[in-house]
């Protein structure tokens, strides 16, 4: 079953507001193996919603709209599905009922306007909305079922739950579809790619989805159809792409993020961990420390923004930083040990660069940047050079997402030679 | 004018992601007029969005396409225009030495796949992405514009100033609706709407917008038609909301932030600062250091996550902690004044606090945090404690922007006596 979503509202067009009832729709559409091939948000517009359903009618089995079933003249969406569909539309009796008796139930006089709810179109199921006064409706056309819905969140959430839900559970015999997550660090898109492209032949490219976002890679794989087959084919799938991306894949678990990770292999070793940072300027630090508990193995960290405090708070001897400046690799290794030692942590990152605009040289460009990982034995540091691209942000950013993967594997390396 | 935005993705037809960058595609239709008709999400579909850009031609005068232009077999965003055009793709040997130039750099060799994304539509002008691999292009066909752009908000963005607002500053001939921020920290977003009440009045409701993000409040003071009548209306708008705000207005430029104001402060009053965090684990240092040159006014700061690190790196007496715990004012105040002294600064920030969800007690529950500010003088500090609502995240996010406005507001009386 092919599905496409239809969100009608003017205020969506805007420069502050998103339609998110597409993503709790897209759940359940998900949970039931329909696919969703295309959303769309249009204005309060009869001519442009209704052109917009005829070029779904053929092309989709499901038409899931909200919004625009509102009583004031802008709610148009009740018009323009039955011009969609060339019906007309009818005053249900028994809307209109409905709708006096909500607003006595509230003391008021129904306003005029709220007549214009109870016109359905005709042929449709109305789908009662307890928490509302725009009801639902169910329209059948050639194949294609159209469902219309509030844009009111709880309202379009409640009559889910009534009326969509049930509905698509009979109609797909309660088939349904899973997605497992694969999260990468440290490597680029295309490399990623190349290595898991047999993957793609085996298991369908559809069913494998790679999304990149700075220095993070996330592979998705998707399995459908009835159990016990699509779980044994999701497990298979999940194995083979961790088989093939190797190493680099630092979970499987949705909700885990490389400091998590890192934080649950330092505290399996029983071990602590201190930073100190440059050009980072704490980001590694706060990273660290948004995990909760992770006052059980991380102490602290140094932000050594000036020289003078590299000396001071860490021990950078200062004819290291006179000799090769303060972006080099002997003092990203000084900063490293030197955080270990004087705050007393098995390990110890030290992180200098040039994140720009301003300070890059032609010897050392912006984008240079020095890690330094120290631990837990003493002068056992390993030591990565890296030329960043991109503006300030982002090389901050990749700094400490790389000084977090190094961190990662000198653990499962510590944790494998123990 | 009239517009339709286009986000291509498979990723963005799932239940976890919005096509947020349509957001502010939106914003800069708005501010040159052009009305945006709809916007629709497809997945990495050749033939859907062919289709859908078909459909479009006759509609809209301008496409802008979002995605799908990435190196990967999945992208195929350039092909689907091609083909909606009816028009070839074509190798572009300059784009192709670009990506190889680019990968180089980061000392890589370009992957086979990346040799995709040097193919562009034929009759397309090649808009550079500086900040990526997949560069943009505009096209025209029969009075309609398409501009395609990746999907990476930060290389659309670049490409957004440096492609796309210049070409509709031409087509438009300027600028023809205005928006002007205020920007306001520390204050809720009820007692904002309070105090500005009165322009709603003066002004109309619709030309104002109040904003509310973790501690930070944007005022948006919108104006249109022709100048100078549109500049000089938006400069009393501004000129009105300021005076009924008050102080708590710290900024009308758009691209200033909290921490780029009180760095303005500090370099101006030709002091430097430096802070000690404890729940913030890093956050005010970070932001503090996000900003460009902020190296000369802020030194470093200590992360004294562990209760040993406080006394270690900064001082603090072991008898405070083991009296009043190490989230008190005591501790706060000796942390400011510490790290001021320590590490030998102007100024000194310290933080100290239960961001959750664990750690609270019915005496000090999760959300208390106390902030202090030393300096400049010995024995100068000033001490707020909170209680702040909500999750880890947004106890240590309220934490650093209420540190950073009370420093702001400090430097101010520092200016104000000098």
């Known amino acids: 079953m092919k599905a496409a979503i239809l969100a009608v509202g003017s205020e969506l067009l805007g420069t502050d507001r998103l339609d998110t009832n597409s993503l709790r729709l897209t759940a359940l559409l998900d949970r039931y193996g329909v696919e969703l091939r295309r959303k769309a948000v249009i204005g309060d517009a009869e001519e442009e919603i209704a052109a917009e359903l005829r070029s779904l009618l053929d ?4 038409i899931l709209i909200t919004g625009g079933l509102g009583p004031t003249a802008d709610d148009v969406t009740r018009e323009a599905v039955a011009a969609a569909l060339g019906r007309r539309l009818v005053l249900d009796a028994k809307v ?3 709708i006096e008796r909500r607003f006595q139930s509230l003391g008021w006089a129904m306003p005029e306007v709220n007549r214009r709810q109870a016109w359905v179109v005709e042929g449709a199921e109305v789908i009662p909305n307890p928490r509302g006064t ?79 976002n700075a220095g993070e890679i996330r592979l998705q794989a998707t399995a459908a159809g009835p159990e016990p087959e699509r779980r044994t084919r999701l497990q298979a799938m999940v194995a083979r792409l961790a088989e093939l991306a190797g190493d680099a894949v630092f979970t499987t678990r949705d909700e885990d993020t490389l400091e998590s990770v890192v934080g649950e292999l330092l505290r399996a070793a029983g071990r602590t961990l201190t930073a100190a940072e440059s050009c980072t300027g704490g980001l590694l630090a706060q990273r660290l420390t948004s995990v909760p508990g992770s006052s059980d193995y991380f102490l602290g960290a140094a932000v050594t923004y000036s020289d003078e405090l590299k000396v001071r708070m860490v021990g950078v001897p200062p004819e290291l930083l006179a000799e090769h400046g303060a972006v080099s690799e002997p003092v990203a290794r000084a900063m490293a040990e030197g955080v270990r030692r004087t705050l007393g942590s098995d390990y110890g990152v030290g992180i200098t660069g040039i994140a720009g605009p301003g300070g890059g ?45 190094m961190l990662r594997r000198r653990l499962l390396a510590a944790a494998g030679s123990a």
Chains 1, 2 share one sequence.
Request: glycine share 10%.
């Open 361 to 405: 040289s032609e010897e050392k460009p912006v984008g240079t940047v020095h890690i330094a990982v120290a631990g837990p034995g003493e002068g056992d540091v390993q030591h990565r050079k890296l030329r960043l691209p991109g503006d300030r942000d982002r090389v901050r950013r990749f700094s400490a997402q790389l000084a977090l993967e």
């Open 59 to 62: 092309r989709v089995d499901l």
């Open 134 to 212: 725009a009801p639902g409706m169910r329209l059948e056309r050639d194949g294609c079922t159209l469902f219309l819905f509030p844009g009111v969140p709880a309202e379009l959430e409640g009559m889910m739950t009534d009326a969509l839900e049930p509905w698509m559970a009979e109609r797909s015999g309660g088939v349904a579809r899973e997605t497992a997550v694969l999260k990468i660090a440290g490597l680029p898109e295309s490399v990623v790619e190349e290595r898991i492209a047999p993957a793609y032949g085996e298991f369908g490219r559809e069913a494998i989805t790679i999304l990149a």
């Open 96 to 98: 209109l009922a409905a």
